[in-house]
């Protein structure tokens, strides 16, 4: 009974900030997707991502053995779908993006903060980061058939987690009144990303809910099992090997789906995925945190 509330409060706030937007929307109100991904991408996930690196209680080497073991995670979840899409006949440009990168900012920052605290969100923002230099490159790459890797050079979240890694690995701080201003910005990001992933959901019309039910139920136990082999291979300490396999087999993101609708690939489909995905987590997640915690 213990673990149990001790999960639910874990995932209680995200859920239920997650279906504040879902029910603002359905309530006819009005909320702009596109400025508030633009506002947390640009401005509160960076000073997020930079305040939560510099203050980090973490030993710079712990960073180091979490950025490893993230890149061949992942490396091995390409692997192993990329060979569930072939299998199954499915078209790799629509399918494999949505299956490899999993909700890590929306989802995944919150649940580590939640479960375990400022040093939990350190080293999440840390796998956030990577996640996101390999979609921004690679999974650009497989929804249009090509990408620049010059594009991850202009994104702000991986600007801040090299200034954040280079104060924390130096010791360095920023002033009081700087630290302050950057934290209060980040204080936004949670929120925003948690009521717009619900905002998403809401307004999505997947298109049957078999296909997305089978491979979401695949992500989520190909991703878990992957990252939990890697993170016993590195030997992480038990918070960083918590968060590792959290950020991993996080559901499919949303911003999949935009990408979907940008190169014209078939956004129904992955609609269907961010959908079931973000539904079969609220029992996958805390089940997880329930073996994690």
Known sequence: MTIILTVLQIVAPVFILAAVGFVWVKAGFEYRVEFVTRLAMTLSVPCLIFVALMRADVDP???TAISL???VAYALVTVALWIIVAVGRLDRRTYLAPLIFGNTGNLGLPL?????GETGLGLA???F???????FTFGVWLVAGGGSPMRVVKEPMVGATLLGALFLWQ???TPDWITNTLQLAGQMAIPLMLITLGVAVARLHP???ARPLILSLLKAAICTGIAWGVGRAFGLEDVAFAVLVLQVATPVAVTSYLLAEKYAEDAESVAGLVV??????????????AFLI
């Open 171 to 173: 010791g360095w701080k």
């Open 61 to 63: 080497s712990a960073l």
């Open 276 to 289: 079931v995905s973000t539904l079969t987590s609220v029992f996958t997640i805390p089940l997880t945190l």
């Open 129 to 135: 980061a990577i996640m996101a230099v390999i979609s």
């Open 112 to 116: 580590a903060m939640f479960a375990f």
């Open 125 to 127: 923002v840390v796998v």
């Open 207 to 209: 298109r049957g809910f």
């Open 69 to 71: 073991a993230s890149l």
